[in-house]
T-cell receptor
Framework: DAGVTQSPTHLIKTRGQHVTLRCSPI?????VSWYQQVLGQGPQFIFQ???????GRGNFPDRFSARQFPNYSSELNVNALLLGDSALYLC???????????FGEGSRLTVL | TQLLEQSPQFLSIQEGENLTVYCNSS?????LQWYRQEPGEGPVLLVT?????EVKKLKRLTFQFGDARKDSSLHITAAQPGDTGLYLC???????????FGTGTRLKVLA
């Protein structure tokens, strides 16, 4: 069985650009969460979606947005990129709203 | 703002030594999880503790949840180079549908 898959794995953008990151959860999982992990720190919660509805939002500006599709895959969008947005963006899926999180390998974003 | 503070931040030890990593908060969590993350990969769940005072053992790893469910510890016996990685605790504050991760402890075990 495939685990959580994320794309792209690495990308480089310049300040002011926009980025879209994609996540496919484990088959049967209905919840997708997004986390930002800055080098050397623990992951910070950005969003959780369950059954295509936003169920939680962390302390991130409105430049960050996300959505979940009918097949439970998800996209994270970041507008007007700043240097400080450089990080590993992790997607995690779970069966329900709570329970074990299964993480993908992440998308490493570098903003120049 | 809920915070999970981990200590120590960095730990470098020789193979065969024992170590303990701590995860502390002023908030109560309904459950607490420990993850290990290796470079280039996402965190992988090691254990979930849900009952105050609970102790779980996973081979050489022993996890304890504090009686008040505000803190936890991870003890590794006879550390091996394969234990090297970033150890993260994460608290589940039921009702907010999000996991709060700790600051992380980076462990290096030297052969």
């Amino acid at each position: 069985d495939a685990g959580v898959t994320q794309s792209p794995t690495h990308l480089i953008k310049t300040r002011g650009q926009h980025v879209t990151l994609r996540c496919s959860p484990i088959s049967g999982h209905k919840s997708v969460s997004w986390y930002q992990q800055v080098l050397g720190q623990g992951p910070q919660f950005i969003f959780q979606y369950y059954e295509k509805e936003e169920r939680g939002r962390g302390n991130f500006p409105d430049r960050f947005s996300a959505r979940q599709f009918p097949n439970y895959s998800s996209e994270l969008n970041v507008n007007a990129l700043l240097l400080g947005d450089s990080a590993l963006y992790l997607c995690a899926s779970s069966l329900g709203l709570t329970g074990e999180l299964f993480f993908g390998e992440g998308s490493r974003l570098t903003v120049l | 703002t809920q915070l999970l503070e981990q200590s120590p931040q960095f730990l470098s030890i020789q193979e065969g030594e024992n170590l303990t990593v701590y995860c502390n908060s002023s908030s109560v969590f309904s459950s607490l999880q420990w993850y290990r993350q290796e470079p280039g990969e996402g965190p992988v769940l090691l254990v979930t503790v849900v009952t105050g005072g609970e102790v779980k053992k996973l081979k050489r790893l022993t996890f304890q949840f504090g009686d008040a469910r505000k803190d936890s510890s991870l003890h590794i016996t006879a550390a091996q180079p394969g234990d090297t990685g970033l150890y993260l605790c994460a608290g589940d504050n039921s009702g907010t549908y999000k996991y709060i991760f700790g600051t992380g402890t980076r462990l290096k075990v030297l052969a």
